[in-house]
Structure formats: C-alpha cells, structure tokens
C-alpha cells in the first residue's frame, strides 16, 4: 500500500517546469515535424533568434505563454493552436483567432429558406432538405465524418429536383475518407484529386512517397448540377472535400477563398502540460500546386453582409438557388 501511494503520488504531480527546456522542446519538436516552412513563407531559423532570447529560467507561465503565441503566430496556420489550463486556447491561424466574419454564417437562417419537413442530424452534423417554392435540395455538413453517409438518403429523396447545393461554409474538417467514399456517385470515372507525402524523419527532406487519392465511381450516377458553398471557417478535411469537388465538371464553386490549412494535424504535449498541434504534411492539389496557406478560391466569389444577416438573408445561398432554378 506504501507502494502504491508513492507512484500515484508520481504520477500525479506535474514535472517541473523548465520554460527554456519548454521553449527549446517545442521549437525543435516544429523544426523536425512540421512539414510547409516553404509554403508558409517561414523561416524557423530567424524565428528561433529573435524569441529564444526572450525567454529566461525564471520566465513565467503568462510570459511563457505569451512568447509561445507569438512565435507561432508567424505561420498563421489553421492547423496550429497552443493550449493552456485556463487560458483561452491560442490559434495561429488571424481568421480563427479573431473569429473574422465569424458571424456571415447562420445555420438558423439556412433553416428559413428549406421546407418545413428539413432533417437535422445530432447537434446538426448535417442539415438537409428541399428549398422552398423551388426545385432545388440543400444539404449542409458541419464536419467530415460518418454524417457524410447521409448524402445517399438526400441524393434518393431528391432525384427529381434541378441540381443540388452542397453547403461547406464553416466546416470544420475531420477525416476526408468519409467524403470520398461518400460521393461516388457523383463520378463516372476515377478522379485524381491530390497527393501527399508526410515526415518520416528528422530531417527536412526526409518524407514518404508521395501518395495519391482518388474519388472513385459507387452506384447510380448523379449528373445533376451542383453549386458547392465554401468560405474562409472551411478547413482540413472541408477543404479535402472542396479539392475533391473540384474534379466535378458540373460543379460550380461560390463563396469564399477556403482557409488554406489542409494537411494532416497531430498533437504534441510540452512537459508542463500544455498541447500543441503542427503539420507534418505536404498537400499538393491534381494541378500539382499547393494551396498550403493560400486556401481555394471559388469560381464566383461572395460574401455575406452583417447587414444583411442581421435581416435574415443569406446572400450566398439566395445567389446559388439562383443559379439552379
């Protein structure tokens, strides 16, 4: 018993904190992991001299904190974001960290302009149905997994619309397998989409194979038209989605430039507890350019007004019922 109560006692109490040993962990763990410096325009380096000396043995956790942000800062990555026990969490990315134009996305407005017999799945994974007065469905998806097995019921229960609006604004990502299993009838033939390769090594060069990801035909195809909804909240696994959407010929892309964050994300802990995330991964689309901090841009580019939300209106969404009536 006297056993026992020692090693929970262990395993209980926290390391002891080191901020130089924190800083120098993390910035070696980035140097080693994270894969787009170059599409990222960052030179780690330089980095690493102008915020190491800022950093002291008795530096705090608020200074810690604040160095470490600001140095992360640099890359504006969706993918990256710092976590601290009662501290806000930190996001490089400047969109999602200062939750701009946040508010031109309204799921309670997009329920307005469906009929009233609209399907919502759990906590609005998805939200599908039939615009009203037109012959036009909508489905929404707020994240890329299983709820994407839901777009076999839309595509049945609206086989006899006009075309189809495919809403990924402020999606949030998740695991793109889902999506391109999911959508394989609407291809009749394989679809190159991108390809990857992922660290594998501590050093710069040292990567996988390159590896490249289809979207392959899967029963009865669907060739109606289809206008895809994107904006800058679009991320990781959304934006996957977006790139295989893309391959379509009868798809149309409105909204917005997506956030531009789309290789894998892992997570790493520093030794005094906190969490931080990093890419270890280069994405490049089938025209053989990376979009790593760029995003996708739409074939229409709008953009929702405060204004007009506050009367209820979804621009965009009006704009793409248009375009299919």
């Not at 140095?71 to 009662?86: C, E, Q, W, Y």
């Not at 994300?265 to 760029?294: C, H, T």
Request: charged content about 25%; overall charge negative; some cysteine.
């Amino acid at each position: 018993m006297l056993f026992l109560s020692g090693c929970e006692k262990m395993f209980i109490e926290p390391p002891k904190n080191n901020p130089e040993a924190i800083f120098e962990n993390l910035w070696t763990t980035f140097n080693e992991e994270y894969a787009p410096f170059e599409e990222r325009k960052v030179n780690w380096d330089s980095i690493y001299n102008v915020y190491r000396p800022l950093v002291k043995s008795n530096t705090t956790d608020d200074e810690l904190f604040q160095v470490l942000s600001n140095m992360l800062k640099v890359f504006d990555d969706g993918h990256i974001s710092l976590t601290a026990p009662n501290r806000q969490v930190f996001y490089s990315n400047r969109i999602r960290r200062e939750k701009i134009d946040d508010e031109l996305f309204n799921k309670q407005i997009i329920k307005t302009y469906l009929e009233s017999d609209f399907k919502t799945g759990t906590d609005e994974s998805y939200i599908y149905g039939k615009i009203k007065n037109q012959n036009v469905a909508y489905i929404f998806f707020d994240y890329v997994a299983d709820n994407w097995f839901v777009l076999e019921e839309f595509l049945n229960k609206y086989n006899n619309v006009n075309g189809y609006i495919i809403d990924l604004r402020h999606n949030q990502g998740g695991d793109f397998t889902y999506c391109f299993s999911a959508i394989g009838r609407l291809t009749n033939q394989n679809r190159y989409v991108f390809r990857s390769k992922t660290k594998n090594g501590k050093g710069k060069n040292e990567y996988t194979e390159w590896k490249q990801w289809y979207i392959e035909p899967n029963g009865n195809f669907v060739s109606k038209p289809i206008v895809l909804l994107a904006d800058r909240y679009t991320i990781s696994a959304g934006e996957r989605s977006v790139m295989a959407f893309k391959t379509l010929p009868n798809v149309t892309f409105i909204g917005d430039t997506t956030n531009g964050a789309h290789g894998t994300m892992i997570g790493r802990e520093l030794a005094n507890g906190w969490y931080y995330s990093l890419v270890p991964q280069k994405v490049e689309l089938f025209d053989g350019k990376s979009y790593e901090g760029i995003g996708l841009a739409p074939d229409i580019y709008i953009k929702n007004l405060i204004s007009e939300i506050e009367q209820g209106q979804d621009k965009t969404l009006e704009y793409a019922i248009d375009r299919l009536k």
